[in-house]
């Protein structure tokens, strides 16, 4: 891709962890004690004579990811042997997949239209986690933990076809949304990380690889500085080499790890402790049969059959959850006013609060309820944010709440008109601001009167009261 109109080319290597209870060839959990060394047993930790045994479950999860990415799927599943010397894979070598990746040529729509394809969509077990006890490049020993050995990985790489930090960043959103549709992947749980390999044109498109990136959000971030630290480079004269970098979130910068290797490097060999395992007909259909609608689906449904807009169909459709929640929701309510109170209060509630929708006990029953007074007027927007703040602490009935705090609408005109004379006489300074066109002056009056009607009249109401009355 050396037509990049941004003169920036990106490929991503994106290891996703699966969320299984046991790891990838033994019965070792993949959750439970974070003691170190207490989850392994001879598999995990490379004993001689111990034999894999291949994880059912991960395969049905990688092969719902490769259909969800368009996929060719392998007719075979084959395990490689990824050789190489490090401490944290203590068998001397990774169980990988090589030649024949399990998915291949699919893609992945960005929300700006713009698909990005995925060269290969491999399994692989994770390495254990390597502690570096003063920080990667000051430690003078590191201590090994292989809990995490053993893990199901999936390897998504794509195209270089990513053109900008921000892309990368938004290619790495689309994807953990899939996932969460998906069912394979928990975001609070499970680890995302990703290697990335990024070239500018200044240097003629010399391929600097940047491994480990831990977490979506520090993708952009990582990304960002590697571009500028490749540009300033070239401009101060120097001549980039392909080469190894590792990110260092703590002080945002990329160092040296090695002169880039190839794949050869590593002697990839069959796994002679491991069969194939065929992809039958049977498997992909049922595999098939259990596939979920995704967000791009749910996004096309919203807009055409709920005729609610474009963007806001994206946002809610980027977490199952709150999608499944708007779809009920909208059977009884207006779907316009539902995706207006799903995506901008419901949304604002929860992040104040710092809570996941899964995390509430509030449902779809008490939404319906609290917009049912709203569309009927019963009570206004204010009100019905006040009661939402409180429904996400702990649920109630709304109508019993709204019954015994009087916090029906004033529907009643002369007793709006009566609080609207009340708060012009007891800001006279106000009332000259506004007439002198200071349009916060006359704000300040209907806060006056939302006060005095304790947020029972609507505020579009009594700002037409008050032009009348101050003409």
Known sequence: MKNSKSGVIIGLESHIELNTNTKLFCGCSTKGSEEPNTRTCECCLGHPGSKPILNKKAVEFALKLCLALNCKISKELIFSRKSYFYPDMAKNYQISQYDIPLGSKGSLKLRSGKEIGITRVHMEEDPAALVHPAGMQESAYVLVDYNRSGNPL???????ELESAAEAREFMKQLITILGYLGIFDINQNIIKADANVSVKESGFVKQEVKNITGFKEIERALQYEILRQKTEISAGKKLDQETRAWDSEKGITFLLRKKETEEDYGYILDSDLVKTEITT?????????????????????????????EDAEIIAAEKQLAEMFEKVSEEIDPILAAKWLRRELVRVLNYNKKELHEIEMDEKHMIKLLRLVESKKITDNVASKILEKLIEK????????????????????EIEKYCKEAINENLQAVEDYKKGEEKALNFIVGVVMRKSKGKASPKEVNEIIKKLVK
């Open 282 to 310: 049977k498997i992909l259909d049922k595999i098939k049969k259990e596939m979920p609608e995704l967000a791009h689906d749910k996004i096309k449904k919203f807009v055409s059959k709920h005729k609610i807009k474009q």
């Open 154 to 160: 999936l390897e998504i790489v794509t195209e270089p």
């Open 395 to 414: 649920p109630f009935d709304v109508d019993e709440y709204v019954k015994k705090g009087d916090l029906e609408a004033v529907s009643d005109t002369k």
